[in-house]
Every structure is written in structure tokens, then in C-alpha cells.
């Protein structure tokens, strides 16, 4: 990845967590945060019940970032059990995942809808991590980076250079979410470097060299430092194995080495 670029760490709960074992892992991760390098971002994305308190036990830090898992466009109006970009905004949040391969499955999300909760997410002023990624039938049938692009095209559509730079991309194939079946860092590597390549198409050299693209999809502590470090991958985004905080501090820690080694 590039020297200027902080490297992320983000963690998915998905639905996990009560209000004490959320202070927990978070009190947790804030006692190694000295022992972390300056250069890395670590995101707890968690569900909506623990958003401002999880904001609010990690505000004293530099380098812990809380996100959302999900969003509406709408700035609101008669949406029952939905939540505005605002209202993630007023919990503390400064990221929010969009497209989730979970939420595209389970309630049917498309590119279009992941566009408009990226737009309104940057209009409050909340980074988006967009995930995009394909299935096993596209990547066995070859249509990889026929995926990506369209996504690439579609979910980002209408942003400005800058506001690009302000987004996230974590790629997760879909065939490697939760199924413990990993990308190889090549494979990983191809997938980022053509969706670096689609945004300098769309938008400029600038912006596709700037906007961090991490990669997501049964990241463990055995494959972290190898996924991390090829060159376009910006850090990685962890599910399941960030439940456990012993194994999400690991991976941050193996995180930091690489920064370090690449900051110095």
C-alpha cells in the first residue's frame, strides 16, 4: 500500500454483543493502543443498540474509530426501525458500512440503493466502508472483474474526486464470507489493483491512488500479514475472527508491524 495511507483495521459484530461485552472489547483494545503504530485506523463497526456508548468509551482515543453497519438514505420520515445518516452522525460514529454481502443477500440490496447510503452518509459527514465483491458462479465463470467494474461504475456514481477519497472499499468476495475459504493475497491483489484501476477511469490517478481499498473475507491471524502486504491492499476488514478481541488485537498488532516496516 502507499506510504501516505493510514492502514485500517475494521471489525464487523454483525449482530453480536450485549451493552457489557461491547465495553469490554472496546476497554480491551484501548490498552494496547500505545502499542500500536500511529499509522493504523482500527474501526469497530457495531450494531445500533451500542453505537453511542461504544463512541462514547472511545472517544479519549486517536487511533479507535466507530461505524454503523447499515443506514437509509432517507434524512428521515415514516421509516420504522430505520436509522438516517444524521442520527449515526449525533451517536458518534464517523464510519458506516454500506453493502454488506449480508445485507445484498438477506435484503436484497443493490448497487443503486449502496450509491444513495454512500451520498448520504458523506452529506452528515460519516465515512462509508462500500463493499463490493462477487459470488462464486461469477468468479468460476470468469466475470471477476466484469463485477467490479459495474459495481465500481454504479455504487460510486455522482461523487466528486474529493468525496471518493473520503470513501472506503472493502472488498469481500462473496464466496469467502464466513465459509473460511480465503482469497489467496494474488487473488486479493488482482481484485484491488482493477478496482484502483476502474477509479482512475472514473475519476482520476489521484483519487484511485488515494482512496483506501481493504480486503474482507475470513481474514484470520495466519493470513493478515500476507493479504497486507501487497500493494494494493490498504488493510483488512475483519468478521467473525474480530468477535473475539484476543484475536482482533493480533491482527491490528500484525497490522502495526507492517505499517512501521512501510512508514519508516
Request: charged share 25%; net charge negative.
Given at each position: ?9 475494521q ?23 500505545p ?20 463512541s ?16 437509509n ?18 451517536a ?12 445484498r ?7 443503486e ?14 465515512r ?32 466528486s ?5 473520503d ?21 486479493a ?70 505499517a ?5
Amino acid at each position: 500500500m502507499g506510504s501516505d495511507k493510514k492502514v485500517i483495521v475494521q471489525s464487523n459484530w454483525k449482530m453480536h454483543k450485549t451493552h457489557a461485552e461491547g465495553i469490554d472489547w472496546i476497554e480491551s483494545l484501548k490498552k494496547i493502543e500505545p502499542e500500536v503504530s500511529p499509522e493504523i485506523e482500527m474501526i469497530p463497526c457495531v450494531p445500533l443498540t451500542l453505537l453511542r456508548s461504544i463512541s462514547q468509551a472511545a472517544q479519549s482515543s486517536s487511533q479507535i474509530f466507530i461505524g454503523a453497519q447499515n443506514v437509509n438514505w432517507e434524512t428521515w420520515g415514516a421509516y420504522t426501525g430505520e436509522i438516517s445518516a444524521s442520527m449515526i452522525a449525533d451517536a458518534g460514529a464517523s464510519y458506516c458500512v454500506v453493502g454488506h454481502s449480508e445485507r445484498r443477500t438477506y435484503f436484497h440490496e443493490t448497487d443503486e440503493s449502496v450509491n444513495k447510503k454512500i451520498r448520504a452518509l458523506l452529506e452528515a459527514g460519516i465515512r462509508p466502508i462500500a463493499c463490493i465483491g462477487e459470488s462464486l458462479g461469477e468468479r468460476e465463470r470468469g466475470l471477476t472483474l466484469n463485477k467490479l467494474e459495474r459495481q465500481v461504475i454504479t455504487c460510486f456514481a455522482g461523487l466528486s474526486e474529493a468525496r471518493m477519497q473520503d470513501t472506503i472499499i472493502l472488498y469481500e468476495p462473496i464466496w469467502s464470507i464466513g465459509t473460511g475459504h480465503t482469497a489467496t493475497p494474488q487473488q486479493a491483489q488482482e481484485a484491488h489493483a482493477y478496482i484502483r484501476l476502474m477509479l482512475e477511469r472514473v475519476f482520476c490517478k489521484e483519487t484511485a491512488e488515494a482512496t483506501r481499498i481493504v480486503y474482507g473475507g475470513s481474514v484470520k491471524t495466519h493470513n493478515a500479514a500476507e493479504l497486507i502486504a501487497e500493494k494494493d491492499i490498504d488493510g483488512v476488514g475483519v468478521g467473525s475472527g474480530s468477535l473475539e478481541i484476543s484475536e482482533f488485537i493480533t491482527i491490528a498488532r500484525i497490522s502495526s508491524d507492517y505499517a512501521e516496516l512501510t512508514h519508516n
